[in-house]
């Protein structure tokens, strides 16, 4: 057990639909990150938060949005979702602070299986 | 920019076989490197990270890496395959973009054990 936890753990869903994904980082990281997995993708990040703020950004869409909140949660939410977006959805969560960041390790949370249909 | 290839996308190994997976790296600067596993229907579980403190990792359930600057490679290692190692493993490099960081993954081995 990371210490990451995820919910819903399956999510089922029609095209043009919104959805939102939520994370809870292990007690005391004060970073989130949320990647996607998919077979034809693989594993790609999507987007970090660092103590309530934006610090990062991969590839992900104008329909995608997420945020994390004063108790440090997080959530992503899909709109306007299509057949493409069907993937296990990764939350992440690190100790890393300040200039050292990307020294220390992500713990992953279950993952949310998300199948549009 | 920094990346990972990860050679082979399956291999199969014999219980108590030795375990090599293959990672090689892309870097201009000395790079956070990381080895995880996905067991079927799990999330990524770490095994080891490198942070330049010693060239020689060892992880966890066993398994090692070796950094190698001169080859750019961080190949995983185990002596002695047991089964419950069938699981895919991902090379990962740690990289600072804007005010934050990312993990940029490898494409993933499925390793299979087989008695």
């Known amino acids: 057990d990371s210490g990451v936890t995820q919910t819903p753990k399956h999510l089922i869903t029609a095209t043009g639909q919104r959805v939102t994904l939520r994370c809870s980082p292990r007690?005391?990281?004060?970073?989130v990150y949320w990647y996607q997995q998919s077979l034809d993708q693989g594993l790609q990040f999507l987007i970090q938060y660092y103590n309530g703020e934006e610090r990062a950004k991969g590839n992900i869409l104008e329909r995608f949005s997420a945020q994390q909140f004063p108790d440090l949660h997080s959530e992503l939410n899909l709109s306007s979702l299509e057949l493409g977006d069907s993937a296990l959805y990764f939350c992440?969560?690190?100790?890393?602070?300040?200039?050292?960041?990307?020294?220390?390790?992500?713990?992953f949370g279950p993952g949310t299986r998300l199948t549009v249909t | 920019a920094q990346s990972v290839t990860q050679l082979g996308s399956h291999v199969s190994v014999s219980e108590g076989a030795l375990v090599l997976l293959r990672c090689n790296y892309s870097?201009?600067?000395?790079?956070?490197l990381f080895w995880y596993v996905q067991y079927p229907n799990q999330g990524l579980q770490l095994l080891l990270k490198?942070?330049?403190?010693?060239?020689l990792v060892k992880g966890i359930n066993g398994f090692e890496a070796e950094f190698k600057k001169s080859e750019t490679s961080f190949h995983l290692t185990k002596p002695s395959a047991h089964m419950s190692d069938a699981a895919e493993y991902f090379c990962?490099?740690?990289?600072?973009?804007?005010?934050?960081?990312?993990?940029?993954f490898g494409t993933g081995t499925q390793l299979k054990v087989e008695l």
């Open positions: 992440a969560s690190s100790a890393g602070t300040g200039g050292y960041l990307a020294y220390y390790e992500q713990y």
């Open positions: 490198y942070t330049s403190a010693a060239t």
């Open positions: 990962a490099v740690s990289r600072i973009t804007g005010g934050g960081n990312k993990l940029t």
């Open positions: 007690s005391g990281d004060l970073s």
């Open positions: 870097s201009s600067v000395p790079p956070y």
